[in-house]
T-cell receptor, first 116, second 115 residues
Framework: DTGVSQDPRHKITKRGQNVTFRCDPI?????LYWYRQTLGQGPEFLTY????????KSRLLSDRFSAERPKGSFSTLEIQRTEQGDSAMYLC??????????????FGPGTRLTVL | KQEVTQIPAALSVPEGENLVLNCSFT??????LQWFRQDPGKGLTSLLL?????REQTSGRLNASLDKSSGRSTLYIAASQPGDSATYLC??????????????FGTGTKLQVIP
C-alpha cells in the first residue's frame, strides 16, 4: 500500500500524559499536513511542512503541541500534558506541491485520541 | 473569514436515485475546491479537485461543478449505490495570500443510500 499511513490508529491516555503520533506520507510528496477533527465537524488545520520546513502553524496549535519532519519524510505530532479537550481524530495528509497548480491532498486513516 | 456551509446535513435516498450535494462558500476568491468522502471513524478520501479556472470535474458516477461568482459547488452522484453511504465534505482553499491555514472545510453531508 503506497498511501498515507498513520500510527497508532487508536490511542487512549490519561490526562497529563504525553502522546506521540507518526505519519508516513506518500513517498514522492513534498508537503505534509496535520489536521484535527472532532465529532460532527470538518477537519481543522493544525500545521504543515514543505520538505523538512514547518511553514504554517494554526492558532489551534498551543504550546503543548509540537510537530517535526526531520528528514522531510515521516512526521511526528507530540502532545504534552494532554487534556480531555485534546480528544479528537488527528488526520495527516500529504501532497505534491507544484507551482503549476494542483496540490491535491491525500489523507491517512487518522489516529483517534481519547484522553480520560 | 471564509465560511463553508453544506446543506443538507443528512440525506437518505433509495438505491439508484441521482442526487446532488451542495457546498456554499462566502469568499469567492478561491484557489481550488476539493470534495472528499469520509467513512465512519476513517480518514478522508479525495473524490474530485476543481481549480478556480475550471467549471466542473468528472470521475465515474461523480460530477462536481463550481460557480465562483455565486459561491457554490455541487457534487452530483448518479445511480446511487449503498456503497456510496458516507459523509461528504467539501474544502475550500483561498487564493494564496500568505497562509495555508485558511483552508476551510464544511461540516459535511451524511448520505445514506437505502438498498
Amino acid at each position: 500500500d503506497t498511501g498515507v499511513s498513520q500510527d497508532p490508529r487508536h490511542k487512549i491516555t490519561k490526562r497529563g500524559q504525553n502522546v506521540t503520533f507518526r505519519c508516513d506520507p506518500i513517498s514522492e510528496h513534498n508537503r505534509l499536513y496535520w489536521y484535527r477533527q472532532t465529532l460532527g465537524q470538518g477537519p481543522e488545520f493544525l500545521t504543515y511542512f514543505q520538505n523538512e520546513a514547518q511553514l504554517e502553524k494554526s492558532r489551534l496549535l498551543s504550546d503543548r503541541f509540537s510537530a517535526e519532519r526531520p528528514k522531510g519524510s515521516f512526521s511526528t505530532l507530540e502532545i504534552q500534558r494532554t487534556e480531555q479537550g485534546d480528544s479528537a481524530m488527528y488526520l495527516c495528509a500529504s501532497s505534491l506541491y507544484l507551482t503549476s497548480g494542483g496540490n491535491e491532498q491525500f489523507f491517512g486513516p487518522g489516529t483517534r485520541l481519547t484522553v480520560l | 473569514k471564509q465560511e463553508v456551509t453544506q446543506i443538507p446535513a443528512a440525506l437518505s435516498v433509495p438505491e439508484g436515485e441521482n442526487l446532488v450535494l451542495n457546498c456554499s462558500f462566502t469568499d469567492s476568491a478561491i484557489y481550488n475546491l476539493q470534495w472528499f468522502r469520509q467513512d465512519p471513524g476513517k480518514g478522508l478520501t479525495s473524490l474530485l479537485l476543481i481549480q478556480s479556472s475550471q467549471r466542473e470535474q468528472t470521475s465515474g458516477r461523480l460530477n462536481a461543478s463550481l460557480d465562483k461568482s455565486s459561491g457554490r459547488s455541487t457534487l452530483y452522484i448518479a445511480a446511487s449505490q449503498p456503497g456510496d453511504s458516507a459523509t461528504y465534505l467539501c474544502a475550500v482553499r483561498p487564493v494564496d495570500s500568505g497562509g495555508y491555514q485558511k483552508v476551510t472545510f464544511g461540516t459535511g453531508t451524511k448520505l445514506q443510500v437505502i438498498p
